[in-house]
């Protein structure tokens, strides 16, 4: 089945009992029990919820998984693949990474006896260099948060099995339908559904996608001890949002290249981070582990200033400053104080993410529109 259809029908059959086109949402906290301990599948909505199953199966299929696991945000499903790993385990991560993820890692699972090295993964040699024999698990984003880097899936997840790790990837900003790690080795895919999965930023969700079934109990033992479940409503949404997955992420796609290609020859513009253009370091590699290039653009201001981007991401109109991505409006954002505000500076300026660091998520909006007012914003500087 081509990603176009699985997005409509993966996981979702009408339902059995009213023959309903779309899941019905499961509004309900227990289920009737037949007599003790014997049930039909389901008896307390923290543990299972039809509506999230469905959601489950969908995203299982698309990720081409053997199970995936639902959680109430994308840091839910992050807290609960570290959970997997106990005290003394040691992760080595890339240095390009959502501020979130990195002050979960470093103020949260550090205090509890986790090990962290952040490396810059654009080097395969360096890699290697941050193995230790208690390396249990790397965790990469390709496309990266919010500098676009893209990383080399196969090759990582060679690197990391030799050495008796496993390999987690965020694909938050490429979708399933840009791109599968599962196919390319990895162990384990998180997605923030927040983002592009919902569409239309209207909830908070996340998931956990996994190839090995004993990962996958693990997950949801995780979730069932610590309660990070998504409710039926936002399980809906997210199932009725991945039904035009196909549609949007084919429109984010092509906007956002009009508008790099417009970027990289603005005389206000200093550097352009978007995979699709030619020069990106990463281009041929993500021409070949995707689909497309997605719709998250990051670029440098010449005038390199913090008064610069607040002067540019306070002037658009259409473009919103906004945290979050991947709704169908474009979004505008200033990372160093507003996604990744939670990284000590010197370490986001020795990673890239400099003061005059601008990222847009690039809408499906007509792109002259969009083009016009990122010309208007970007006179003053």
Not at 238 to 252: D, F, N
Not at 291 to 306: A, E, H, Q, V, Y
Not at 311 to 336: C, D, K, N, Q, Y
Request: with cysteine; net charge neutral.
């Amino acid at each position: 089945m081509k990603k176009a259809t699985q997005v409509v029908h993966a996981g979702v059959e009408p339902d059995p009992l009213t023959g309903a086109v779309m899941t019905p949402v499961y509004q309900t906290s227990t289920y009737a029990q037949e007599a003790p301990g014997k049930h039909k599948g389901y008896e307390y909505a923290r543990t299972q919820n039809p509506t999230r199953t469905a959601l489950q199966h969908c995203l299982a299929a698309l990720e081409n998984g053997h199970e995936a696991v639902c959680f109430s945000s994308g840091m839910a499903a992050v807290d609960a693949v570290l959970k997997c790993f106990n005290p003394g385990d040691h992760v080595v991560c890339s240095n390009d990474l959502y501020g979130g993820t990195y002050r979960l890692f470093t103020k949260t699972f550090e205090r509890y006896g986790l090990q962290f090295t952040f490396h810059d993964f654009s080097h395969p040699e360096k890699i290697v260099e941050g193995f230790r024999p208690q390396t249990r698990l790397v965790w990469v984003e390709t496309p990266s948060n919010p500098l676009l880097k893209i990383l080399d899936i196969a090759e990582i997840a060679r690197m990391a099995h030799a050495a008796g790790a496993r390999l987690c990837v965020d694909n938050t900003f490429a979708s399933p339908y840009l791109q599968n790690p599962l196919d390319l080795g990895a162990d384990i895919v998180v997605h923030s559904a927040t983002k592009y999965l919902g569409g239309h930023s209207d909830v908070v969700h996340g998931a956990a996608v996994v190839r090995d079934p004993l990962l996958g109990e693990a997950l949801r033992f995780n979730q069932n001890s610590t309660g990070a479940v998504p409710g039926p409503w936002d399980c809906f949404l997210v199932l009725r949002g991945i039904k035009t997955l196909a549609l949007r992420m084919e429109k984010h796609s092509k906007n956002a290249r009009i508008i790099a290609d417009f970027l990289n020859q603005h005389p206000a513009v200093a550097q352009v981070h978007y995979p699709g253009l030619a020069q990106h370091p990463g281009h041929h590699v993500a021409a070949r582990q995707m689909r497309d290039f997605g719709g998250m653009i990051s670029f440098r201001l010449k005038k390199d200033t913090l008064e610069s981007a607040i002067h540019v991401t306070s002037a658009t109109r259409i473009f919103v400053l906004a945290e979050s991505l991947g709704g169908v409006e474009s979004l505008i954002g200033h990372p160093a104080t507003m996604t990744h505000a939670s990284i000590p500076r010197d370490e986001r300026m020795k990673n890239g993410i400099t003061d005059g660091l601008i990222r847009l998520s690039v809408g499906i909006e007509d792109p002259e529109d969009l083009i016009a007012d990122l010309e208007q914003a970007l006179r003053g500087v």
